[in-house]
């Protein structure tokens, strides 16, 4: 248990500190299962092409948006058959990278199901020792929503791999998500040791990032099913006038409820 929170744990500090997700920028060519995966980044029109090949024959070709980053295999759910994750960044500020698995069966990848990331930055691990895999990453839905995009604050969402399909199974992970909103409201409270500048006098922590941070807090307190202790939370450490407001807008635009 102790191997597993501190592998946890080494998890949560990776995501919190990398930022912006860069391991698309090194280039791939890897092998899975005997099959070679090579690329070739366009910069007319920004895509990359992904070649397979089999013994130097090509197998499949597929092309994407942006430059592809990650390219592994696992066997996600323990069934002894391996799925090929890969990695695409799309380009822009702040955006966007996509995880998609396949199926392959002779060095040709059939389409599976796929995790859209945003700017959050994910890993892919077996959290629970039961031999299938967990992909554990950034939500950052609140990105710009109350502050810069630097002063943003992301929550973790945890998704598991079965039938073919990822699954939002966040929910099952409390331990993990309660580590991370002790991270969390660690933060909170060093950005408003001196209080909150409700009055924008230069006294006390940014509304705006207190919001931020606050409302990561409640992402992660709903999604393992708390989502009132989320709502005290911001009851008690939220001073400013434009409190209802802030709350309406995290019930009724985001849906937090």
Request: hydrophobic share 35%.
């Amino acid at each position: 248990m102790i191997a597993r929170l501190i592998l946890v744990s080494g998890i949560v500090f990776m995501l919190s500190s990398a930022g912006a997700f860069a391991q698309w920028e090194r280039s791939a060519e890897v092998i899975i299962d005997g099959c070679n995966f090579t690329q070739k980044y366009d910069t007319a029109d920004y895509t990359t092409e992904l070649t397979v090949r089999r013994d130097g024959s090509v197998t499949d070709t597929r092309r994407y948006p942006g430059r592809l980053g990650r390219i592994e295999g696992f066997d996600l759910d323990n069934d002894g058959v391996t799925e090929v994750t890969i990695e695409f960044y799309s380009g822009g500020a702040h955006c966007c990278t996509t995880l998609e698995a396949y199926r392959i069966n002779d060095c040709k990848l059939t389409y599976l199901d796929s995790i859209y990331w945003g700017n959050g930055g994910y890993e892919i691990a077996d959290l629970d020792g039961n031999g299938k895999y967990e992909v554990i990453g950034d939500n950052d839905m609140f990105a710009y929503a109350f502050t810069s995009y630097a002063g943003s604050r992301s929550f973790l969402n945890i998704y598991e791999f079965a039938d073919g399909k990822f699954t939002n199974a966040t929910g099952r992970y409390g331990q993990i998500v309660r580590y991370n909103i002790v991270r969390l409201m660690n933060d909170l409270d060093a950005s408003s040791y001196e209080g909150v500048d409700c009055r924008g006098d230069g006294k006390g922590g940014d509304p705006g990032e207190i919001k931020s941070i606050l409302a990561a807090i409640l992402g992660s307190y709903h999604s393992i099913g708390e989502t009132d202790r989320g709502y005290e939370i911001i009851a008690g450490r939220y001073p400013c006038n434009d409190r209802q407001e802030f709350i309406e807008k995290l019930k009724n635009e985001f849906k937090l409820k």
